[in-house]
């Protein structure tokens, strides 16, 4: 019997979403997010209008908010339900059931037999990632999944290893963190007022306090113990806070953009101005922290401060706009 996938594509023709454009400051955001946008784009939806929660992020005392669609903008958006799904029998067995029901599967799976990481992780190292199952067969050996920046295949061996099934841990292992996506389908006609929507509410709940003003705070003291870290210990630091808030701001600059060219009123060219300078001095940033590390020499703060007065420029932009 053949395979169906519940969006029938092909990983060698796969269009991924603009978001994951090679011109793009930042090639991937979060893996929570990145499947989420190619997903959400291969259902036929616009995965840039529910983009207003990153508008939000604050930092949270020793990292940045990992930013991810709220379920419930993704049900007020696009129809999509985002449910738990409780792993009380075989990983395997869990998504192929929902995938067979036409309800792709977002799931926590390690990346050291995702051959879509060849380069990086793959048979490398064991990094968990969030995927989203689009199609499956367990007889079969196959997994068509979106993971990072595209839509991808695997089989054999790797699908033995991605779902354990050959005994690679022990039984007590605890089972990843599972969800199930209902598409309930929603009318796109008014997709800018319902993405209005979401905008007001996401100022409303920007941080009372600059949060680069805080991560300063915090940085300074974590400098200390980075200058003499390897260089392993600044991959995970970057990556939960510099990486982490540098995509998040340069999705605000897309979101920003995609509003003023649908006619948002009001919105002022300093937010869209503060939202790409945030991203990109974040991404230089990057660049100075890691050789500052390898050097063992100091790191000039100013980027930071120049962050903070930025983001104070947007937030009051923004809040004028509601």
Not at 68 to 83: F, H, S
Not at 89 to 113: G, M, R
Not at 181 to 205: M, P
């Amino acid at each position: 019997m053949d395979i169906k996938p519940i969006i029938d594509l092909n990983p060698s023709t796969y269009a991924r979403h603009a978001i994951h454009g090679e011109e793009r400051i930042w090639a991937e955001t979060n893996c929570y997010v990145d499947v989420l946008v190619e997903l959400i784009h291969s259902l036929g939806y616009d995965p840039v209008a529910g983009l207003a929660f990153t508008l939000s992020v604050d930092f949270e005392e020793d990292q940045w908010t990992f930013f991810k669609y709220p379920p419930g903008d993704l049900l007020e958006l696009y129809g999509l339900d985002i449910q738990e799904l409780n792993p009380w029998k075989n990983l395997v067995e869990h998504v192929a059931n929902q995938v067979h029901a036409a309800k792709p599967v977002l799931v926590e799976l390690d990346s050291y037999f995702l051959p879509d990481t060849a380069g990086s992780a793959y048979k490398q190292e064991h990094v968990k990632s969030t995927v989203a199952v689009n199609a499956i067969d367990i007889n079969k050996k196959f997994m068509g999944y979106f993971h990072g920046q595209g839509y991808y295949e695997l089989n054999g061996d790797d699908f033995d290893n991605i779902f354990q099934l050959n005994g690679l841990v022990h039984e007590r292992m605890l089972p990843p963190y599972i969800e199930l996506v209902k598409t309930r389908g929603q009318d796109q006609s008014k997709l800018f007022e319902k993405s209005l929507v979401t905008f007001e509410r996401h100022i409303q709940l920007m941080p009372e306090l600059n949060p680069f003003e805080k991560f300063k705070l915090q940085f300074e003291q974590d400098l200390k113990w980075l200058l003499n870290a390897e260089l392993e210990a600044f991959h995970k630091y970057s990556f939960a806070s510099l990486r982490q808030y540098g995509a998040c701001f340069e999705l605000s600059l897309t979101y920003l953009q995609w509003l003023q060219q649908h006619g948002k009123n009001g919105l002022d060219d300093a937010a869209i101005t503060a939202c790409r300078s945030i991203s990109e001095t974040a991404k230089a940033f990057q660049f100075q922290l890691a050789r500052s590390i390898m050097r063992k020499k100091p790191l000039n703060l100013e980027p930071l401060e120049n962050m903070a007065s930025q983001w104070l420029i947007l937030k009051s932009t923004l809040r004028n706009t509601i």
